[in-house]
């Protein structure tokens, strides 16, 4: 069965940090770019990051630069979300996805885990 994983999720307090995983089981994600995505309750799913196949390129939405770290180890089929100094509007269920390339199509959706960041 090909999936995607997430874990890490879980409650946190502003200013905290988290980092969330996403194993693939079933495929390789070597030749794929991985992103990771949100949706808060009454919006629309957005784009967080996105890492280029290679590694060798990412990309950051505007309200996560310098503060969220995307990687990626291919030796375990993985893809990472490391997230410092989180705000109450980083709430959201995070989902991670494997394109074709980043800001291209989906091959793959994880089901999703959900962070939240109060106090």
């Known amino acids: 069965q090909l999936q995607l994983v997430e874990s890490g999720g879980g409650l946190v307090q502003p200013g905290g940090s988290l980092r969330l995983s996403c194993a693939a089981s079933g495929f390789t994600l070597d030749y794929y770019a991985l992103g990771w995505f949100r949706q808060a309750p009454g919006k629309e799913r957005e784009g967080v990051s996105c890492?280029?196949?290679?590694?060798?390129?990412?990309n950051y939405a505007d309200s996560v630069k310098g503060r969220f770290t995307i990687s990626r180890d291919n030796a375990k089929n993985t893809v990472y979300l490391q997230m410092n100094s989180l705000k109450p509007e980083d709430t959201a269920v995070y989902y991670c996805a494997a394109l074709y390339y980043c800001s291209g199509p989906i091959g793959y959706w994880g089901q999703g885990t959900q962070v939240t960041v109060s106090s």
């Open positions: 890492i280029s196949s290679s590694g060798g390129s990412t």
